[in-house]
């Protein structure tokens, strides 16, 4: 069973930084493109990161870019999601997610996991 | 960057009612689009993709068609679990979503 597990949320200042982990188990992480998704709260679902299996191709939201970074570890089945200078706009449950079949495009989002809340707040 | 046009952003129907969401890209995205529905405090789930593709284990009173700028969801007979906001997704470019449906029941 595929599983996705969130971890490192919390509540933080004003261009402060916070560390976003992902474990993943159930399936060969290694072979898979890895997505970080968003949603403030009672707002709608922002897409936020992208990273190729082999960490070769990494895209941001134009949002995010310059303050975030997003990396993974396939020996250790993990995503993670490096956030610096965070503002309170960036206050939201983070989610990472993974496409639902490798025969079709990664942003296809099959698997979700819970979600780690993310708040900025003096 | 991609804006996807989500309408309505809430419904309210009668169950048994069929259902029609309708989303509109701002420029030409093929076939590239996904529908999700997420249930309150849960995650999303992927119904459709590839416009008009059904995931696996997903009721077939769920359906999606549209291809280029217009895309359409419909649920054909509304059930009382079918309560969630849907949003429509696009990846032609790095992928953007609507804002939203939230549907209800009358």
């Known amino acids: 069973e595929v599983q996705l597990v969130e971890s490192g949320g919390g509540l933080v200042k004003p261009g402060g930084s916070l560390r976003l982990s992902c474990a993943a188990s159930?399936?060969?992480?290694?072979?898979?493109?890895m997505n970080w998704v968003r949603q403030a709260p009672g707002k709608g679902l922002e897409w936020v990161s992208s990273?190729?299996?082999?960490?070769?191709?990494?895209y941001y939201a134009d949002s995010v870019k310059g303050r975030f970074t997003i990396s993974r570890d396939n020996a250790k089945n993990s995503l993670y999601l490096q956030m610096n200078s965070l503002r309170a706009e960036d206050t939201a449950v983070y989610y990472c997610?993974?496409?639902?079949?490798?025969?079709?495009?990664?942003?296809?989002?099959?698997?979700w996991g819970q979600g780690t809340l993310v708040t900025v707040s003096s | 960057d991609i804006q996807m046009t989500q309408s309505p952003s809430s419904l309210s129907a009668s169950v048994g009612d069929r259902v029609t969401i309708t989303c509109q890209a701002s420029?030409?995205?093929?076939?590239?689009l996904n529908w999700y529905q997420q249930k309150p405090g849960k995650a999303p789930k992927l119904l459709i993709y590839?416009?008009?593709n059904l995931e696996t284990g997903v009721p077939s009173r769920f359906s999606g068609s549209g291809s280029g700028t217009d895309f359409t969801f419909t649920i054909s007979s509304l059930q009382p679990e079918d309560i969630a906001t849907y949003y429509c997704?696009?990846?032609?470019?790095?992928?953007?979503f609507g804002g939203g449906t939230k549907v209800e029941i009358k």
């Open positions: 420029q030409d995205i093929s076939n590239y």
């Open positions: 997610a993974r496409g639902s079949d490798p025969r079709r495009s990664g942003f296809s989002l099959g698997y």
């Open positions: 159930g399936f060969t992480f290694s072979s898979y493109s």
């Open positions: 590839d416009a008009s």
């Open positions: 990273i190729s299996s082999s960490s070769s191709y990494i």
């Open positions: 997704q696009q990846y032609d470019n790095l992928p953007t």
